[in-house]
């Protein structure tokens, strides 16, 4: 997969972009309901996107159902509002059509919703599904998911020890080898939290030696990432890092 799998859809249409403001009316669920089945495809964008908002269990199937429409901008708006109505059923959906979709943005919005499904549901039936298909996404997906897909692990991670365990490794790696700095910095954040859940140990011990490497990254972003992980888990080793470099740029 490369970038140019992005060409029907423009950033502006992003789902999350769309969102009502907070001081916006909410919209009527029992309005936007009848339309996720509407015949116009419009209208069943639009209905999606609502859900984005609303959280309604009634529409969870009706989301899944869309993530196979034709129109990307339905998928995308179904996936992120999956994400704000999880349940187990709805992960699989978004696994599955992660698995299949050819379109970026989708597959962005369906790596943002499973991080959302793990947050909001840390259930093992739940994060033990999602892990594979964000570790898969963030070693093998364009840029923008890649991205996403640090992100979500980072969030997957906090419902257990056990599932900071299977992300660290693939976290660690990313930070080390991925060519986009964006992707970098979101694994150093993501490591930050996924540390706080297990204990000392080799595997503590090898997201922190690759946060401290983080801390010479070419990129600013990326040092200051990694830094501020560091300071959040207040590791001597990090804090000590930090210090040498701040002596070393007065010295």
């Not at 986009?180 to 540390?195: E, F, K, M, T």
């Not at 990326?222 to 959040?232: P, S, Y």
């Not at 000590?240 to 470099?245: H, P, R, Y």
Request: net charge negative; hydrophobic share 45%; with cysteine.
């Amino acid at each position: 997969m490369d970038d140019n799998d992005f060409p029907l859809l423009d950033t502006s249409e992003d789902a999350l972009a769309a969102l009502p403001s907070e001081e916006s009316d909410r919209p009527d669920p029992e309005a936007m309901l009848p339309l996720l089945t509407s015949a116009d495809v419009t209208e069943r964008m639009l209905a999606a996107r609502a859900f984005c908002e609303l959280q309604d269990e009634r529409a969870t199937p009706y989301l899944m159902n869309l993530l196979q429409e034709p129109c990307p901008l339905v998928r995308v708006s179904a996936a992120y509002a999956l994400g704000r109505n999880p349940s187990l059923a709805a992960v699989d959906a978004l696994i599955q059509q992660l698995e299949r979709d050819w379109n970026g943005y989708v597959r962005k919005g369906i790596v943002w919703a499973l991080g959302n499904c793990g947050v909001r549901f840390p259930l093992p039936e739940i994060y033990r599904r999602t892990l594979d298909p964000l570790i898969r996404a963030l070693q093998t997906d364009i840029s923008a998911v890649r991205l996403w897909a640090a992100s979500s692990l980072g969030q997957v991670a906090e419902a257990s020890e056990e599932a900071a365990m299977v992300a660290i490794p693939a976290l660690a790696l990313a930070l080390a080898q991925d060519a986009i700095a964006a992707v970098r910095s979101n694994c150093a954040w993501a490591l930050g939290h996924a540390c706080r859940k297990i204990p000392l140990g080799p595997l503590y011990t090898q997201a922190i030696d690759q946060l401290i490497a983080a801390l010479r990254d070419s990129d600013m972003g990326v040092q200051e990432d990694a830094k501020a992980a560091l300071f959040k888990l207040g590791d001597a080793r990090g804090l000590q890092a930090i210090e040498d470099l701040q002596l070393e740029a007065f010295g």
